[in-house]
């Protein structure tokens, strides 16, 4: 797996970032949904409040006019048909929607606007009409001028006998209705109902109340008649809670993915290294060098590991590899230098005077222009001395020509040795050995491992073993795990050993508690350097 791959893996974990920026996704989702149904039902809920309003004015403003037009008629209903005809006519003329005028007298009409004198019941014109009520309000199927269109029937009682006053026959008009409802695209129908029978604005004819389609969506009543205007619709169709669930979802997707954007840009590795070093995610393990000719430990590497809070250990070629491709390299150096000097304080007491310390660096560190001041900063806070000091630099990633020799010399006036480590795995080994002077040479542990075995890198441990010899360098055999790689290294040479077989790297504590075995039981027995090749 690429590097950028791991570190991501490991580090900002883009599993646990999903599903965060998912839920943050959903979450947005929910609340739009909710808060603008809910914004989207308050505000229908005012506008269907409104268009009732406007509605019921409207309907009370044209009976009163009618009231008022048909008023001055309640007391000629004792008059004969020709003397009140002619107002009849003009009456009806000049008021709008009328059909027709009629005088009642003693529940018979006996004169028409329309037709002129008549002598008909108002029991057969508009069989529900109460003429004992003072006013009263119903539908017809038709009437006998216009048959097949419905009408209203609005009765009037007058200040004379019973049954007396005037009925007056109205067209009925949806339009102004449907125009004031049309404001409200989710009304979808409407119906007046007056009496038992209902006009809806879907069926043009008059029809019984109970045949009207249940829960309308807003009830007009009109006060002083028996009269209603229902509303019929909903108050979120689903054309409007499709929109709404598109645009929630639109949402929670842009949500989401910014969310993962920005948490993918805040707690990238780079910023996670530093939020390490500050949250003391780091620690160091010291791993002992075992001297051969003595069995001794006379040195310790210090091996920067990084715990992570949710992701556990990382793999060191792992976050140190990512720290150089992202210039985090160096602030990640300096705390490998304050966690040593700590350390150092603390153990000191159990390792012997005179031990090595080495420590890796990067080459971008040795060329950065404070890098000798953070070595001064680093020695002036080790133990006063007690260590000796060696800087690995790793083979593969060798630093550049340029002022590497002013630093390489600057480093030795210091007192401090150079190792160059993982010898073998880069590409120009020979070259660095020739342009930089080096007191040590690293065997990588790939090299120890293929120790008696038939590997295409068997005969290069050799090569690498005599160029060291020649190029007069200790050497230093790394991943040392069983007695057949001792006693070979031993049979070729080799200065220093270290890897499990000796040790593990160790915590303060455990590094402290090997010094003190150590001098309890004395060095390290290693095996008869009399056997014969592996």
Known sequence: MPLTKTITRHVTNPRKIAQFSAAIGVLLFFLFIVITLLLLWHQRARNHDRLASETQNYVIHSLTELRQTLAPLLSVTTLSCPA????????????????????????????????????????????????????????????????????????????????????????INLTDYLLMAATQQEVSGMAIVAGNNALTTWQRRVISVKDLPA????????????????????????????????????????????????????????KEILLGIKRGEFHVEYQPVVEVSTGKAVGLEALLRWTHPTEGPISPDTFISYAEGKNMIIPLTRHLFQLVARDAHKFRHAVPAGVSLGLNLSPKHLIDAGFIQDVKNWLASMPVNHFSYIFEITERTMVEKNNADEVFDWIHQQGIRIAIDDFGTGHSALIYLEQFKFDYLKIDRGFVQSIGLQTVTSPVLDTVLTLGRTLNLRTVAEGVETQQQVRWLLQHGVTYMQGFYFSRPRTVSQLIEYFNEERARGPVSLPANDCLEA
């Open 84 to 171: 009140v005809n002619s107002t009849l006519t003009q009456k009806a003329a000049f008021a709008g929607n009328i059909r027709a005028i009629l005088l009642v007298s003693d529940n018979i009409a006996f004169c028409s606007s329309a037709t002129g004198a008549m002598q008909v019941a108002v029991s057969r014109l508009s069989p529900d009409t109460q003429t004992s009520h003072a006013s009263d309000i119903q539908l017809l199927a038709d009437t006998p001028m216009v048959p097949g269109k419905p009408a209203i029937a609005l009765w009037l009682k007058g200040p004379g006998a019973q049954g007396s006053g005037v009925l007056t026959t109205l067209n």
């Open 215 to 270: 829960s309308p969506l807003k009830t007009i009543a009109i006060p002083g008649y028996d009269m209603t205007l229902q509303l019929y619709g909903k108050t979120l169709p689903a054309k409007d809670i499709n929109l709404i669930l598109l645009a929630g979802l639109l949402l929670g997707l842009l949500g989401g993915s910014g969310c993962f954007l920005l948490m993918t840009l805040k707690i990238k590795p780079g």
